[in-house]
């Protein structure tokens, strides 16, 4: 029987940090996502107002942590690119699209957990009329959808570009990325609703990627 330490033996390569990561985080997502605070809207704007700020701390705890996985996730997605070939067009398109969609969500994820609760705040204290508490609340939901829309159409866009540019990337790589990837950008691209449920949804379905793409990057590394 031939071992490890004897000659002609095959060692077995550690995973690479980068692939935990993107298990890990791709996990976290949809974990936090499930805990992410909803406000039950009140019979008036003051009521609402008054949630938000009590679920301050809470949402940021949660969106602040978000900000922190998508760090991880680009770390991975990084390693993956490097692992399959950084100096293809395709792959380093695929990882700026990536960062740009992660950029996006963070962004959102600023808005939604820190700028939100913070401006209910100033709308409580200060005695803001309800008309223009409406506008700017809504301005702000704008921007939310927007971003989050935007973030997820570039981080499926990435998916795809690393799935389907690289002939050492696994065919369950790029089968993933066609409901991961394309799925998830056609369904943002849609008139789908951004909201906790409908996110835990498509990121269910990235964090199927993220898995797939942590056992190409072990594959490819060793």
Same mark, same amino acid.
């Given at each position: 029987?031939?071992?490890?330490?004897?000659?002609?033996?095959?060692?077995?390569?550690?995973?690479?940090?980068? %692939?935990?990561?993107?298990?890990?985080? *791709? =996990? !976290? /997502?949809?974990?936090?996502? &499930?805990?992410? $605070?909803? @406000? +039950?809207?009140?019979?008036?704007?003051?009521?609402?107002?008054?949630?938000?700020?009590?679920?301050?701390?809470?949402?940021?705890?949660?969106?602040?942590?978000?900000?922190?996985?998508?760090?991880?996730?680009?770390?991975?997605?990084?390693?993956?690119?490097?692992?399959?070939?950084?100096?293809?067009?395709?792959?380093?398109?695929?990882?700026?699209?990536? %960062?740009?969609?992660?950029?996006?969500? *963070? =962004? !959102? /994820?600023?808005?939604?957990? &820190?700028?939100? $609760?913070? @401006? +209910?705040?100033?709308?409580?204290?200060?005695?803001?009329?309800?008309?223009?508490?409406?506008?700017?609340?809504?301005?702000?939901?704008?921007?939310?959808?927007?971003?989050?829309?935007?973030?997820?159409?570039?981080?499926?866009?990435?998916?795809?570009?690393?799935?389907?540019?690289?002939?050492?990337?696994?065919?369950?790589?790029?089968?993933?990325?066609?409901?991961?990837?394309?799925?998830?950008?056609? =369904? !943002?691209?849609?008139?789908?609703?951004?909201?906790?449920?409908?996110?835990?949804?498509?990121?269910?379905?990235?964090?199927?990627?993220?898995?797939?793409?942590?056992?190409?990057?072990?594959?490819?590394?060793?």
């Amino acid at each position: 029987m031939i071992t490890a330490g004897q000659p002609g033996a095959t060692p077995t390569r550690p995973i690479p940090p980068a %692939a935990w990561a993107l298990v890990g985080a *791709g =996990a !976290a /997502m949809v974990a936090l996502l &499930f805990h992410h $605070p909803v @406000v +039950a809207h009140g019979t008036n704007y003051a009521d609402t107002l008054a949630a938000l700020v009590r679920l301050g701390d809470r949402a940021a705890r949660v969106h602040g942590a978000l900000f922190v996985v998508c760090g991880f996730l680009l770390y991975g997605v990084t390693a993956l690119a490097l692992a399959l070939g950084a100096r293809r067009p395709v792959i380093v398109f695929g990882v700026i699209c990536h %960062a740009l969609g992660c950029a996006a969500v *963070g =962004a !959102a /994820m600023l808005g939604d957990g &820190f700028i939100t $609760p913070r @401006v +209910a705040r100033v709308a409580l204290d200060q005695g803001w009329p309800h008309d223009g508490t409406a506008a700017v609340f809504s301005l702000i939901a704008i921007g939310i959808q927007v971003l989050t829309k935007a973030g997820l159409i570039g981080m499926g866009a990435g998916m795809c570009c690393l799935s389907w540019a690289s002939p050492r990337a696994t065919r369950l790589l790029a089968a993933l990325a066609l409901p991961a990837g394309l799925g998830t950008a056609l =369904a !943002a691209a849609s008139g789908l609703h951004m909201h906790p449920h409908s996110l835990m949804l498509l990121t269910g379905v990235q964090a199927l990627w993220y898995a797939g793409a942590a056992l190409t990057l072990w594959r490819v590394s060793r």
